[in-house]
């Protein structure tokens, strides 16, 4: 299992360039990748994305392509006319205002445009081994750094759970106990109001039958136990269960409101509260999972 945020860097090239590629990415439900090339390389964005795509199913990534002309291979150029053109003007000018000093190898040399490093043009097919190799390299990194995050995640997940089936187990416990209260109540009230009715009559009999089956949980509780088991068993797969773990924390909470609607028990009620309140962090986490 793996988070959505994560980070990764990676760098090869030749002795003319290097090329190296960053990626991070952060939480988003659908798959979001944005890249940025030089422009002579913008062809090579489809190629990106389909490595990126083989790697990461979920998460809005940023990837930036840099290309860096390393020193050592930079050609210097002198552009001759404009230096003499240069220099005969500042001469020109020193004559006409008579001014003192001395026009310079150095002075001509610092005047825009004598001196420039000529861009030269990348080539796509030498870029991409190169530019290849880089994005993988970063992707392992991020990969790595987002199956960190996601251990951290799963910890976490897996003690909210724990204190959720803790208290389904007590629900479990309490349940059986609900009918007995109410028959209980309900002869108490029938001998508050004066009336002499045996606790076997037929009418006590239909009441405390369409309460059973008013507030019978038994389904409820099954499914539940299945969620959580099948929740707990995604926890533990190597592959994106992000939008799985979505919807079956979705199908929870449903079950547990509908629990919560039909237990007509004040102890039950609590621990379907608390159950409700730990699967919305649980769900707030989810959010961050691939």
């Known amino acids: 299992m793996r988070s959505m945020t994560g980070y990764g860097r990676?760098?090869?090239?030749?002795?003319?360039?290097?090329?190296?590629?960053?990626?991070?990415?952060?939480?988003?439900?659908?798959?979001?990748?944005?890249?940025?090339?030089?422009r002579d390389l913008a062809e090579l964005e489809p190629r990106v994305r389909d490595l990126i795509n083989s790697e990461i199913s979920r998460g809005r990534l940023n990837v930036v392509v840099a290309a860096h002309a390393c020193p050592t291979s930079q050609k210097v150029a002198i552009d001759f006319d404009l230096a003499r053109t240069y220099f005969k003007a500042m001469r020109d000018l020193q004559t006409s205002l008579g001014a003192a000093g001395e026009v310079n190898i150095e002075t001509v040399l610092r005047a825009p445009g004598v001196v420039r490093v000529p861009e030269e043009s990348l080539s796509t097919h030498d870029a991409w081994p190169h530019i290849e190799e880089a994005l993988k390299e970063a992707l392992v990194q991020l990969v790595a750094m987002r199956e960190i995050e996601g251990k951290n995640l799963a910890k976490d997940l897996i003690r909210r759970l724990k204190t959720v089936r803790e208290a389904l187990r007590?629900?479990?416990?309490?349940?059986?106990?609900?009918?007995?209260?109410?028959?209980?109540?309900?002869?108490?009230?029938?001998?508050?109001?004066?009336?002499e009715l045996p606790i076997d009559d037929e009418?006590?009999?239909?009441?405390?039958?369409?309460?059973?089956?008013?507030?019978?949980?038994?389904?409820?509780l099954t499914r539940l136990d299945s969620h959580f088991t099948q929740f707990a068993h995604?926890?533990?797969?190597?592959?994106?269960?992000?939008?799985?773990?979505?919807?079956?924390?979705q199908e929870i909470v449903r079950e547990l409101n509908t629990l919560g609607s039909k237990a007509n028990d004040v102890e039950i009620s609590q621990c379907v509260v608390m159950c409700k309140a730990e699967m919305e962090k649980i769900r707030e986490q989810i959010q961050n999972i691939e």
């Open 203 to 220: 009418r006590i009999t239909k009441e405390v039958i369409f309460f059973a089956d008013k507030s019978d949980i038994t389904e409820e």
């Open 234 to 249: 995604h926890l533990r797969r190597n592959e994106p269960v992000g939008r799985t773990l979505e919807f079956m924390t």
């Open 10 to 38: 990676g760098q090869s090239g030749t002795n003319g360039t290097q090329y190296s590629v960053e990626v991070n990415s952060v939480n988003r439900k659908q798959s979001d990748v944005t890249v940025t090339l030089p």
């Open 170 to 195: 007590k629900i479990h416990i309490l349940h059986p106990g609900v009918l007995k209260k109410f028959r209980q109540n309900l002869k108490e009230r029938i001998e508050k109001v004066g009336l």
